[in-house]
């Protein structure tokens, strides 16, 4: 007769419980040794010393006993500050759980805030430069706060309705990246502008925020792969690579009256005036592009007006088809928001600085 192991043995390829698996497992980048661990069962397992001695932690405001612990993860700003995302689908229970501790999980707030009910929350991340903001993957979609979990927004930008499955942020770039649920990963570029994004900037009239700086190098040449019809041929998909040149990023209150043009004015060092750009008008946070050449001389008929066309790319953005203006050279560039009327601009809001670099 075979010997019977206790419930708790540990052997390989045998689970050791019923229940009780590590769902996530995050190090704070902060405290080494430092490590939360989140399992199915609804606990969080704490260690301060690399694994020598845990705590548990198994109930949480606002939510459920028990609930699966979808993630954790440890703040790269404040050592003593951890998030949980909690998810109770398998009970039926459809709603979004997130909390938050800023004391090692010693004690909790429920930072779920507004997010919908149905749409259980499966990642959570806190940015490394602003801690109040947040983003939040869910069964449909992402969620971004830009006040510590109070209030949340869902954000589209052309995704489709899809599970949130993981996130990460690239640091280097500010780039948001999302593991989704059957449809691939979906990169946020740049996301930096949410940082600057509080109830007094988005009562501004116009509010132009913070950008990166922009890297110049030749793209005569450069064509996406596949373009030829190999790839689509081979069953390959490709993605369009981000825009090429300086990308702005603003925000209007309230639609512009009729008569009134927005314009982007971008100057040099010197302050001589190098691109004008007319912005879209209609209220909204929303995105340009400057491909980094200078105003054309002389645009050819029917082009749009200083590259207004497809954020300044399209017809007319190179200064027209085979009358393209000379790019800029690298240096220090400023660019602000005004109001065009008749042939007067008045400036709106505060002016952002930027660098174009030469890619060698």
């Known amino acids: 007769m075979g010997k019977v192991w206790p419930a708790d043995s540990v052997a390989r390829n045998v689970s050791t419980t019923d229940l009780s698996n590590i769902v996530s497992l995050d190090e704070s ?5 430092l490590i939360y661990a989140g399992t199915d069962d609804g606990l969080v397992q704490i260690t301060e010393d690399g694994g020598k001695a845990w705590r548990k932690v198994e109930q949480f405001p606002g939510v459920p006993q028990w609930t699966y612990v979808s993630d954790v993860f440890a703040s790269p700003r404040h050592a003593d500050t951890v998030f949980v995302a909690l998810n109770n689908w398998q009970r039926g229970d ?8 800023v004391d090692r999980g010693r004690t909790w707030t429920n930072v779920t805030g507004n997010l919908p009910d149905r749409h259980d ?6 940015d490394h430069v602003s801690g109040n903001l947040l983003f939040a993957g869910t069964e449909f979609g992402l969620f971004v706060s830009v006040d510590g979990g109070t209030r949340w927004v869902p954000m589209k930008g052309g995704m489709p ?13 500010n780039d948001l990246v999302l593991a989704t649920f059957g449809r691939g990963f979906y990169i ?21 925020f913070p950008m990166r700086d922009a890297p110049l190098f030749n793209p005569v040449g450069l064509a996406p792969a596949g373009s030829a019809g190999i790839g689509p041929l081979a069953g390959n998909w490709t993605a369009a690579n981000p825009p090429f ?10 639609d512009l009256p009729a ?27 929303r995105r340009i592009a400057w491909n980094l050449r200078s105003d054309p001389a002389l645009a050819p008929t029917g082009a749009a ?5 497809q954020g300044g790319q399209g017809p007319g953005g190179f200064g027209g088809f085979g009358r393209q203006a000379p790019p800029v050279p690298a240096g220090r560039y400023r660019a602000v928001l005004g109001r065009l009327v008749g042939d007067q601009v008045t400036a709106i809001g505060t002016s952002q600085t930027f660098l174009v670099t030469q890619v060698q």
């Open 29 to 33: 980048p902060l405290a080494e040794g």
């Open 94 to 101: 459809y709603k979004p759980y997130i909390v938050r501790s």
């Open 121 to 126: 929350v499966w990642a959570v991340v806190q």
């Open 161 to 173: 309705v899809i599970q949130v499955r993981d996130l990460t942020v690239q640091r280097r770039e």
């Open 188 to 208: 946020l570029d740049d996301y930096s502008p949410l940082r600057d994004i509080t109830a007094a900037t988005l009562g501004e009239e116009a509010r132009l």
């Open 245 to 254: 040149g300086a990308v702005f990023t603003y925000h209007v209150k309230q």
């Open 259 to 285: 008569e009134t043009t927005l314009v982007l004015t971008i100057t040099d060092e010197s302050g001589k005036q190098v691109r004008r750009l007319d912005l879209d008008k209609t209220a909204g946070l």
């Open 305 to 309: 007006p200083n590259g207004a066309a």
